[in-house]
């Protein structure tokens, strides 16, 4: 995720290591932030709606939605997406945005979700997986709300990028946490990533009951060479994210509820 690069004239306040991922203290900063930058509005999220592809009258659970842009561009293209988000402030941003019959629930994707066996054809987790250290019950959740042939698309902070460019460590096959700072506006706000090696994620995909169907390693949107000189060449010869895509096998008898 891209942040602020404004300089404050002083040093910021030092941020609250308790309030580690406390969206609602600065949902509004980082949704505008967020809203038209580089790696967001031009690489990760035209990433997952490509991966998506054609959504047209499918049932899509944006987990971990923030302010609702990917929810916004699905929508757009057909889809009828229900929004979870553990910050209640980025909820009332998604709602803005997508209007006052959008269908948004304060829900933390580490908890049990409030919804039927089978109740989507698809789940999208933008950016969000890497918030959590023990994969499993997400995956287990996420798996009993998708009907079989169901999919999960979901981006996450490379591994190699935590582990070799943003936070040094000797061991790669560790799962560890690392914590920083995003400044918006002159404040700062603790943030805590888990990072995992490339082998720990599909292999719990694989113990969820999901059967890897792509990873990848797009570049970014083409529309922002002219928008980001510079910046743009540089993104496209480095790693920022990994996209995955995961299906319930349609023989799968775990959920009897195909939907309609």
Not at 66 to 81: F, I, N, T
Not at 98 to 119: K, N, T
Request: include cysteine.
């Amino acid at each position: 995720m891209e942040h602020s690069t404004d300089v404050p004239e002083s040093p910021p306040p030092p941020a609250d290591p308790t309030r580690a991922n406390d969206y609602d203290s600065f949902a509004e900063a980082y949704s505008a932030d967020t809203e038209n930058n580089l790696l967001n509005a031009y690489h990760e999220r035209p990433a997952m709606v490509a991966l998506a592809g054609d959504v047209a009258g499918r049932r899509i659970l944006d987990a971990g939605c923030g302010s609702g842009p990917l929810s916004a561009a699905l929508r757009d293209r057909g889809a009828v997406v229900t929004g979870i988000d553990a910050s209640a402030g980025m909820l009332a941003l998604a709602r803005q945005r997508l209007g006052g019959d959008a269908v948004l629930h304060v829900v933390d994707i580490g908890d049990p979700l409030p919804f039927a066996d089978g109740a989507f054809d698809d789940v999208v987790a933008s950016l969000v997986l890497h918030y959590l250290e023990d994969w499993g019950p997400t995956l287990a959740e996420i798996r009993r709300v998708l009907k079989p042939g169901g999919r999960l698309i979901a981006s996450v902070e490379h591994p190699f990028v935590s582990y070799a460019i943003q936070d040094p460590r000797p061991d790669y096959f560790a799962t560890t946490s690392y914590s920083f700072d995003w400044t918006f506006n002159g404040q700062s706000f603790p943030m805590t990533f888990w990072r995992k090696p490339l082998h720990t994620m599909t292999d719990a995909f694989t113990a969820a009951g999901f059967r890897l169907s792509v990873i990848s390693e797009p570049q970014p949107d083409p529309a922002a060479r002219e928008l980001f000189p510079g910046r743009f060449d540089d993104l496209s010869r480095k790693i920022s994210f990994l996209f995955f895509v995961v299906e319930v096998e349609r023989s799968d008898t775990g959920s009897d509820n195909e939907g309609p």
